[in-house]
Nanobody
Framework: VQLQASGGGLVQAGGSLRLSCAVSGITFDDYAMSWIRQVPGKEREVVSCTSKSDGSTYYADSVKGRFAISRDSAKNTMYLDMSSLKPEDSAVYYC????????????WGQGTQVTVSS
């Protein structure tokens, strides 16, 4: 199983980035997919989640209205479109998969760094 996150980088405040998470080795639609970010010294934050089974999405209050999650079953890929980025969005962003009906994440990607300069 492999989750390959990409798309991070350095961007100015107010800018945009698109993160991608390419998934292989699992039946993509059987899993809820999430973006989770972490800043050193702080707890992980679940930024956004998407589930194919019921079409549901979740956004942390801190990103609502600025981030958009999507998934492409044909490409086994999840995306996170981030706009109006703020310095406090700087973090390592991980993609993770959770089998539908379970509470714990089963597989994680390696993370991609997002740095937003002020």
């Amino acid at each position: 199983v492999q989750l390959q996150a990409s798309g991070g980088g350095l961007v100015q405040a107010g800018g945009s980035l698109r993160l991608s998470c390419a998934v292989s080795g699992i039946t993509f639609d059987d899993y809820a997919m999430s973006w989770i970010r972490q800043v050193p010294g702080k707890e992980r934050e679940v930024v956004s989640c998407t589930s194919k089974s019921d079409g549901s999405t979740y956004y942390a209050d801190s990103v609502k209205g600025r981030f958009a999650i999507s998934r492409d079953s044909a490409k086994n890929t999840m995306y996170l479109d981030m706009s109006s980025l703020k310095p406090e969005d700087s973090a390592v962003y991980y993609c993770a998969s959770r089998r539908i009906g379970r509470s714990s994440y089963e597989y994680w990607g390696q993370g991609t760094q997002v740095t937003v300069s002020s």
